[in-house]
Nanobody, 114 residues
């Protein structure tokens, strides 16, 4: 099982980023996928989830209306479009296959600062 996140970086408040997570080593289309984030000194937080076919999504209240999770099962990739970013969105972001042990990537850092 391998998950590789990318797309993080430094962005000003109000800006946008698109994170990607490339999956391999398992049947990607069989699993719901989630994005989590963890800020320094804080617990890991669930940000967004999409079902295996992508037909249903859920979001943390803190990102609802600003973030969009999507997936492309043909490319074994899940995305997180982040708009109207705030300093409190600063964190390492991780993707995860729900119910699949060990399915965590190395994370990608998002820093929102002026």
């Amino acid at each position: 099982v391998r998950l590789v996140e990318s797309g993080g970086g430094l962005v000003q408040p109000g800006g946008s980023l698109r994170l990607s997570c490339a999956a391999s080593g398992f049947t990607f289309s069989s699993y719901a996928m989630s994005w989590y984030r963890q800020a320094p000194g804080k617990e890991r937080e669930l940000v967004a989830t999409t079902t295996s076919a992508g037909g249903s999504t859920n979001y943390a209240d803190s990102v609802k209306g600003r973030f969009t999770i999507s997936r492309d099962n043909a490319k074994n990739t899940v995305y997180l479009q982040m708009n109207s970013l705030k300093p409190e969105d600063t964190a390492a972001y991780y993707c995860h296959a729900l119910g699949l042990l060990g399915s965590w990537g190395q994370g990608t850092q998002v820093t929102v600062s002026s």
